[in-house]
């Protein structure tokens, strides 16, 4: 029962260098999110997808881009990494009705760039 | 605009004691409220959610939260408190009839149940 899944849990950058944070869900669920959690601010919405080939810009998408080609995975890319961008991540799923429900979280990735 | 307030920072309360987590919330429309809790290292989890009904909603590990409009808070309680509930509890609140990209999260509280 793996629900979701991020890699990797800890990295570290330096200032330009690209990385890609993965992230695969389990439950067959159409939206998946990208959050930021930094100290003190909670979490901010980064990119969302409602399904396959479908993504949209949240509140702080500057700096970061994603795509989803499979129900499963959403992955998000950082092109050319910046301290403002040291955050821990979060990539969350939920199911097709949003009128109810609720989130599914990953156990985050922390990253750090120097 | 949705806008969720947690103006603890910090909780601190006994091991048996009850303990009260506040959050106040600013929609235009009716709410869907939610509780989440993140223990160290962990993503969120959720406790419980209000959509409608009863303004008493009980949730995972004995937690409930009871839902007032006119107060437009959602106060996160529970009866006794164990050194376990030690965490951080984050309210968010969309409208209803929104998707979870509407979702906006609080700044969370810390609990700090002390033995």
């Known amino acids: 029962n793996a629900g979701v899944t991020q890699t990797p849990k800890f990295r570290i950058l330096k200032i330009g260098q690209s990385m890609t944070l993965q992230c695969t869900q389990d439950?067959?669920?159409?939206?998946m999110y990208w959050y930021r959690q930094d100290p003190g601010m909670g979490l901010k919405l980064i990119y969302y997808?409602?399904?396959?080939?479908?993504?949209d810009k949240g509140e702080v998408p500057n700096g970061y881009n994603v795509s989803r080609s499979t129900t499963e995975d959403f992955p998000l890319r950082l092109e050319l990494a910046a301290p403002s961008q040291t955050s821990v991540y979060f990539c969350?799923?939920?199911?097709?009705?949003?009128?109810?429900?609720?989130?599914?979280f990953g156990e985050g990735s922390r990253l750090t760039v120097l | 605009a949705q806008s969720v307030a947690q103006p603890e920072d910090q909780v601190n309360v006994a091991e048996g004691n009850p303990l009260t987590v506040k959050c106040t919330y600013s929609?235009?429309?009716?709410?869907?409220l939610f509780w989440y809790v993140q223990y160290p290292n962990r993503g969120l989890q959720f406790l419980l959610k209000?959509?409608?009904?009863?303004?008493l909603v009980k949730g995972s590990y004995g937690f409930e939260a009871e839902f007032n409009k006119s107060q437009t808070s959602f106060h996160l309680k529970k009866p006794s408190a164990l050194v376990s509930d030690s965490a951080l509890y984050f309210c968010?609140?969309?409208?209803?009839?929104?998707?979870?990209?509407?979702?906006?999260f609080g700044t969370g509280t810390r609990l700090l149940v002390s033995p």
């Open positions: 968010a609140v969309r409208e209803m009839d929104t998707g979870f990209q509407k979702l906006v």
């Open positions: 969350a799923s939920s199911p097709p009705n949003t009128n109810t429900g609720e989130l599914f």
């Open positions: 439950m067959n669920h159409n939206y």
């Open positions: 929609v235009s429309g009716n709410p869907y």
């Open positions: 997808s409602v399904g396959a080939g479908i993504t």
């Open positions: 209000y959509i409608t009904g009863d303004n």
